[in-house]
């Protein structure tokens, strides 16, 4: 069967899912091709002929994915600034307005002499691991309550031969006591949605990824980075820089807990596609 074919009557069924979120325009396309390179291990020419065997596991996981399966997880890899990253069902899918946060804090990290790095609430690696390929000289900690997602973050981290520690444990807990007041910044894309917010997911999220890596279960949504300005002070040098994705409706509730945190220079930035608040960034209270 023609290439073209299979992807007309794939988009078709992506189209039609109830399960899948059709925010962007063209996207079942773009998944439907993604998926057909995955199973021919290259970029589809439209008029090529697909043997049978090829076209029925394409058929079998275009169905994985109009149920609501994330790329990812089908594909096995996500891509996150260049990188290849290992991404498994049971850990958070890195998204692509991360990549905004991962600049500000390269960035910042580039015009310090031996830089350090915290990287809370990590996944799969994903800040962390972007910022040791960035900034090869830094001291990179990637930390995460998830033993499965740092397990994969150090997977992730010999695959691609780059130096970052990862450890298991509630934000800070279970960072070496040495990095007290020596670490330049600390970057967190915390699970932000409230408790009462996470039925209105789409149930490809909803559904699939863990329910710890999209929600603190709080009633506003702030419970981990409130205890993360309470606590960062103590780990940061001075002008260290805490760094936070947030969620663009409640950027300014969070500049609010960083002021009455006693940090400086607060403010919202702006980046990525969109033109909205991605990261919310302060410096240590002096
Ligand atoms: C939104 S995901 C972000 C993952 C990764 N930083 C990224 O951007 O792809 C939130 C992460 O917070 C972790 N997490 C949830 N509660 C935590 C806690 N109390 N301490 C540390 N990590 C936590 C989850 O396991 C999940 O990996």
Redesign the pocket.
């Known amino acids: 069967m023609e290439a073209r074919v299979l992807l007309r009557e794939a988009i078709e069924r992506l189209k039609a899912s109830p399960a899948i979120d059709h925010w962007q325009r063209g996207r079942e396309r773009i998944e439907a091709e993604e998926l057909l390179a995955h199973v021919l291990g290259e970029d589809p020419d439209p008029r090529q002929r697909v043997a049978p065997r090829a076209a029925a596991r394409f058929r079998a996981l275009v169905a994985r994915r109009a149920r609501g399966e994330p790329l990812p997880y089908i594909k096995g890899w996500t891509e ?1 600034r260049g990188l290849e990253l290992r991404v498994r069902p049971g ?5 692509d307005s ?1 990549e905004f ?1 991962a600049e500000q804090a390269i960035r910042r990290l580039r015009a310090r002499r031996a830089p350090v790095l915290v ?10 691991l972007a910022v040791a390929k960035a900034v090869p000289r830094a001291s990179v900690w ?5 033993a499965e ?1 740092i397990a994969q973050a150090r997977r992730n981290a010999r695959r691609l031969g780059l130096r970052a520690r990862f450890v298991v ?3 800070f ?1 279970p960072l070496p006591r040495r990095l007290l007041g020596g670490v330049d910044v600390i ?6 949605v409230a408790a009462h917010e996470l039925a209105d997911l789409p149930e490809e999220i909803r559904a699939w990824e ?1 329910e ?3 929600t ?1 279960h709080s009633a506003d949504g702030l419970g ?1 980075v409130s ?1 993360t300005v309470r606590e960062a002070p103590a780990w940061l040098r001075p002008n260290g820089w805490l760094l936070m ?1 947030a969620d663009p409706d409640r950027a300014r509730d969070l500049r609010r807990v960083m002021v009455r945190g006693g940090f400086r220079d607060v403010r919202s930035t702006k980046g990525g596609a969109l033109p909205i608040t991605r990261v919310v960034v302060g410096r240590r209270p002096v």
């Open positions: 996150f850990v958070f899918v890195p998204r991360s946060l990287d809370l609430a990590t996944g799969i690696g994903t800040i962390a990637g930390a995460d309550v998830s997602a444990g509630d934000l807990s970057t967190i894309h915390p699970p932000y863990p710890h890596t999209l603190d981990i205890r994705e």
